[in-house]
Each structure stands twice: as structure tokens, then as C-alpha cells.
């Protein structure tokens, strides 16, 4: 799993990426396009979410497909880039028919970046929404995930600012070809839980050891961060095994649990962790267990929650620091999972 796996395994999705890190930015957005049919569902855990159009997700709403997930910066500010990807979605012929045309259905959910690139009006718009649907849906299948400072991971940080957080993504294939795939933007008040740094570089840190090794922050930056502990990790979990809306539901709640193992705090009042969970399809969920269906979904999940650790620890690793007028953020560093008893 981890850097050796990435969401579009799972056939049939793509991401694309559109940031500005120049001129007072350091913002961007992700948005991941599944294939028409997908059904979807999120699961909100954070007590200070930006989201967009999550309630038509519930299972018990009247639409079933998600056309595209927007995950994006500038806070609520940045939530105007579903927009653009509806827009695009509509263009292409895809959403939920009504009389005189199709209203797709495009949830979002931001993360706080504000002024992280020294201009806090620098915010992703409608036009980038756009422009980052475009570039996933012109993406071949299977294609390769640009990780670290791209996309909505543009202006993450971690553990109070201190350290780049970044995009990531994992996967894993099951021996009945039940692929699943999970990619996060990492931008969390805490920091990596049960991990170590496999050797030291400028930037990183071992957990046990934090402040002998903690790189220098600008007094800006440090401020900015102790004032603001604003913080959010977002997650997409995409299968091709035959899924309801409410096994999503159940899926992306699940899921979350990859992220309480990967983040030390996580799911504060102050961060808006949020899961999406898209099923393609096309593959039936039969594990071969010989089970009634409901174990062979329990195992799906707990692999879910499995790629989502990976994804954010992922993502920590990709991240390079930056300088900006606003500070200068360090790299974290490469992370290893810890996988000794607990």
C-alpha cells in the first residue's frame, strides 16, 4: 500500500489538480471525477466543517450518483470552486435528470489555508474549480497522482503549522479484484501517531523526540499558527465493489478510523475532518468467505480504513516545505508506519 498504490487503481477514477503558490497564494484544488453511475456518500466527523452539498448524500435523499468530489482550500471561501466542477459536470452530460436538464450533484469540503501565501484574500475560485475537472476527466485511466504541495494540499500544514502537510493516496487490490483506493489532503492540527522517521533531514522529527529536533519557524508564521489552530484533513475512498449508498455511508464512517490511527489529535472542534466514499460498480462484493454479504462488507471496510492511514501518511511524506511572505513552513519528513503490537 502507501506510495506504491494511488487512488486511480480503482478503474474508471481520475484526479486532477490546479494550485497557485506565487504572488500572495498558496491555495489550490482537488477534484476527484468518478465515472458516471458512481454511487456515493461522507461521513462529517470535525466539529468546524466547509462543506458543500454533503445532505444529498444521506442514504435516505433522493439521489443516488455523485458526478464529481471537490476538495479544496480557502476555508468556506473556496467552497465556489463545486461550481466550477458542476459546471463542467453539466457540459459533459453529467447529473441528476430534471425537467429541462441535469443538475449534477458535486459535494465539496475545504480546508483552512487563509493567508498561508501572505495574501489572505487569495482563494481558490469558480475558474479553478473548473480548470481542475478539466484536467482529471482529460487524465488515461490508471494514471499516475501528482502528491505533496499540489491541488488542495497547496497550503496544508500540520501539527500547529509547523510542518507541510500535503496531498497523498494509497490503494489496495483484493484477491477477488475488489480494488480500494483512498487519497487525503493533510492539513491537521496534530501530527503523524505511531510513526518514526527512517532517518534524519533537515525537517523532520521523531515523535518521541520532537523539540530536539524541531526545524526553525519564522516568528510570523509561529504566531499565526498558535492564533489560528484551524486545521482539516479530507479524505476520498473509492471502490469498484457493488455498493449502496447507505453501505457508502457505512464505509466512509468506517474509514475515519484510518484517519484517527494516522493523526494525533484528530476529529477536534476546531478541524472539519470529513470522508467521501465512491463504489463504481463493477465488481460484485463476494470475498469468496462463504459469509453472508455483510462480513465480506465489514472486510472491505476495515481494508478502508487501512488505505486511509496509508494516504495521510502518504501525503505527510510528499509534502516539501515552503517559504512564503507570510513564514516559512518546514518539511515533515518521510514517515514509516508503525506496525509492532500495541
Do not use: M, W
Given at each position: 500500500m502507501g506510495a506504491q498504490g494511488k487512488i486511480t487503481d480503482v478503474p474508471g477514477i481520475r484526479v486532477g489538480h490546479q494550485q497557485k503558490s506565487d504572488g500572495g497564494w498558496l491555495t489550490g484544488v482537488t477534484?476527484?471525477?468518478?465515472?458516471?453511475?458512481?454511487?456515493?456518500?461522507?461521513?462529517?466527523?470535525?466539529?468546524?466543517?466547509?462543506?458543500f452539498e454533503t445532505d444529498a448524500l444521506d442514504p435516505t435523499t433522493l439521489s443516488q450518483r455523485v458526478d464529481a468530489v471537490v476538495l479544496t482550500g480557502g476555508s468556506a471561501f473556496g467552497l465556489v470552486t463545486a461550481r466550477g466542477a458542476q459546471r463542467w459536470c453539466e457540459e459533459d452530460g453529467r447529473g441528476f435528470p430534471v425537467l429541462g436538464g441535469l443538475v449534477p450533484i458535486v459535494p465539496a469540503a475545504g480546508i483552512f489555508d487563509l493567508g498561508r501565501g501572505g495574501d489572505f484574500s487569495a482563494r481558490p475560485d469558480e475558474e479553478m474549480g473548473y480548470a481542475a475537472t478539466a484536467a482529471a476527466?482529460?487524465?488515461?485511466?490508471?494514471?499516475?497522482?501528482?502528491?505533496?504541495?499540489?491541488?488542495?494540499?497547496?497550503?496544508?500544514?500540520?501539527?500547529?503549522?509547523?510542518?507541510?502537510?500535503?496531498?497523498?493516496?494509497?490503494?489496495?487490490?483484493?484477491?477477488?479484484?475488489?480494488?480500494?483506493?483512498?487519497?487525503?489532503?493533510?492539513?491537521?492540527?496534530?501530527?503523524?501517531?505511531?510513526?518514526?522517521t527512517p532517518r534524519a533531514e533537515p525537517g523532520s522529527v521523531r515523535l518521541s523526540d520532537e523539540g530536539a529536533s524541531t526545524p526553525r519557524v519564522s516568528a510570523v508564521a509561529a504566531e499565526a499558527a498558535e492564533g489560528t489552530p484551524l486545521n482539516t484533513t479530507l479524505v476520498v475512498v473509492a471502490t469498484n465493489a457493488?455498493?449502496?449508498?447507505?453501505?457508502?455511508?457505512?464505509?466512509?464512517?468506517?474509514?475515519?478510523?484510518?484517519?484517527?490511527?494516522?493523526?494525533?489529535?484528530?476529529?477536534?472542534?476546531?478541524?472539519?475532518?470529513?470522508?467521501?466514499?465512491?463504489?463504481?460498480?463493477?465488481?460484485?462484493?463476494?470475498?469468496?468467505?462463504?459469509?453472508?454479504?455483510?462480513?465480506?462488507?465489514?472486510?472491505?471496510?476495515?481494508?478502508?480504513?487501512?488505505?486511509?492511514?496509508?494516504?495521510?501518511?502518504?501525503?505527510?511524506?510528499?509534502?516539501?516545505?515552503?517559504?512564503?511572505?507570510?513564514?516559512?513552513?518546514?518539511?515533515?519528513?518521510?514517515?514509516?508506519?508503525?506496525?509492532?503490537?500495541?
Open positions: 477534484v476527484v471525477l468518478p465515472p458516471p453511475g458512481t454511487v456515493g456518500s461522507v461521513d462529517v466527523r470535525g466539529g468546524g466543517p466547509a462543506t476527466a482529460a487524465q488515461p485511466e490508471g494514471h499516475d497522482v501528482e502528491r505533496g504541495n499540489v491541488g488542495a494540499g497547496t497550503g496544508a500544514v500540520i501539527g500547529r503549522g509547523k510542518y507541510k502537510g500535503g496531498v497523498g493516496t494509497a490503494s489496495i487490490t483484493l484477491e477477488n479484484g475488489i480494488t480500494i483506493g483512498a487519497l487525503a489532503v493533510v492539513n491537521a492540527l496534530g501530527l503523524p501517531l505511531g510513526t518514526s457493488v455498493l449502496s449508498k447507505a453501505d457508502c455511508k457505512r464505509t466512509a464512517s468506517a474509514a475515519h478510523a484510518g484517519l484517527a490511527r494516522a493523526l494525533n489529535p484528530s476529529h477536534t472542534l476546531a478541524d472539519g475532518d470529513t470522508v467521501f466514499c465512491l463504489a463504481t460498480g463493477a465488481v460484485e462484493l463476494d470475498l469468496g468467505s462463504g459469509l453472508p454479504r455483510p462480513f465480506d462488507l465489514i472486510s472491505l471496510q476495515s481494508a478502508a480504513a487501512d488505505v486511509v492511514t496509508e494516504a495521510i501518511l502518504d501525503g505527510v511524506s510528499r509534502a516539501g516545505s515552503v517559504t512564503t511572505p507570510a513564514g516559512e513552513i518546514a518539511a515533515y519528513g518521510p514517515v514509516v508506519r508503525y506496525h509492532g503490537p500495541i
